[in-house]
């Protein structure tokens, strides 16, 4: 039997409270999250690595289809599309940037939009609970067809000087079966 926790991990974080859209803090936070897609798109993979704190927990767990009564229960934590550490998130760069990632040789084409961002103020005054959602298009080859990959992300963000580091991150994603080959690039 596999065991399905019934919150998000990163959803337990925001214990303050909801920082004012529109407010210095939130426009920081949404400009982070807006240059963090910029750098993604654009294949700036080291210099988006440089935005990401050394004790980065990076997820993103299966979904089940569930009835009605059982949605809290739908996102699968034990079984996960990807369990990264910071470690491993920049190994994922180097192979990338490398030679060796042929999953990406030659590269997709990537548009990420995010919305719908929230923040939450936490029990440590330096971090914040960032929901959003995301939906990004995926181009490869020649093809007439891309990818479509949705989904709301459970983010802390750790202030860092004048901008942030992004110290966790739960990818929940709308899909239950995933409609692209791979996830060979970062959500």
Do not use: C
């Not at 192979?95 to 990537?110: I, M, N």
């Amino acid at each position: 039997m596999q065991q399905v926790q019934e919150r998000p991990a990163a959803e337990a974080a925001p214990t303050g409270e909801r920082v004012p859209v529109g407010s210095p803090l939130y426009n920081g936070i949404v400009e982070y999250l807006y240059e963090e897609a910029s750098l993604l798109d654009q294949l700036r993979l080291q210099e988006w690595g440089a935005r990401l704190a050394t004790d980065l927990v990076y997820t993103a767990p299966l979904r089940q289809t569930l009835g009605s009564a059982r949605q809290a229960a739908t996102f699968v934590r034990t079984m996960q599309h990807f369990h990264d550490d910071y470690r491993s998130v920049m190994g994922r760069i180097m192979r990338l940037t490398g030679k060796s990632a042929w999953a990406e040789d030659p590269p997709s084409r990537t548009r990420r939009l995010v919305t719908n961002v929230l923040v939450h103020t936490t029990a440590k005054p330096d971090e914040f609970a960032v929901v959003s959602y995301l939906l990004i298009t995926r181009s490869r080859f020649n093809f007439d067809e891309f990818d479509l990959i949705s989904g709301e992300r459970h983010d802390v963000l750790r202030r860092d000087g004048a901008s942030f580091k992004l110290a966790r991150r739960e990818i929940l994603l709308d899909q239950a079966v995933l409609g692209t080959p791979n996830l060979a690039i970062f959500l």
